[in-house]
Nanobody
Framework: VQLVESGGGSVQAGGSLRLSCAFS????????MGWFRQAPGKERERVAS?????????SYADSVKGRATISLDNAKNTLYLQMNSLNPEDTAIYYC?????????????????????WGKGTRVTASS
């Protein structure tokens, strides 16, 4: 699966961004899709995921719960992540991932990472 992210940028704290991920196949052929992020000097971490497109199950990391909304437009083959109330701790490169479902820990995200397809990422910077 080819994935291309867009929509990143620089915002002031409290601002919003909508990230997009265009993918190359029908959503129904992908087991799990999600957003991840990697801040400088830190490991890649889960942000939000969506699985089972006929009856979507959505998960959010605690750090973004209440501020993030993941959504899927099947007609456009595009995955979105709306991020509100951004703060400096959200500064990272955001990646779209697609692959099998890793449901360890109670939430399902694409993984293991080595089995995922990844985009090249889009940079988000939130400054105080």
């Amino acid at each position: 699966v080819q994935l291309v992210e867009s929509g990143g940028g620089s915002v002031q704290a409290g601002g919003s961004l909508r990230l997009s991920c265009a993918f190359s196949v029908y959503a129904e052929s992908i087991a799990c899709m999600g957003w991840f992020r990697q801040a400088p000097g830190k490991e890649r971490e889960r942000v939000a995921s969506i699985v089972d497109y006929s009856d979507p199950r959505i998960s959010y990391a605690d750090s973004v719960k209440g501020r993030a909304t993941i959504s899927l437009d099947n007609a456009k083959n595009t995955l979105y992540l709306q991020m509100n109330s951004l703060n400096p701790e959200d500064t990272a490169i955001y990646y779209c991932g697609a692959g099998p479902c890793d449901c360890s820990g109670g939430s399902c995200y694409p993984g293991p990472y080595e089995y995922n397809d990844w985009g090249k990422g889009t940079r988000v910077t939130a400054s105080s």
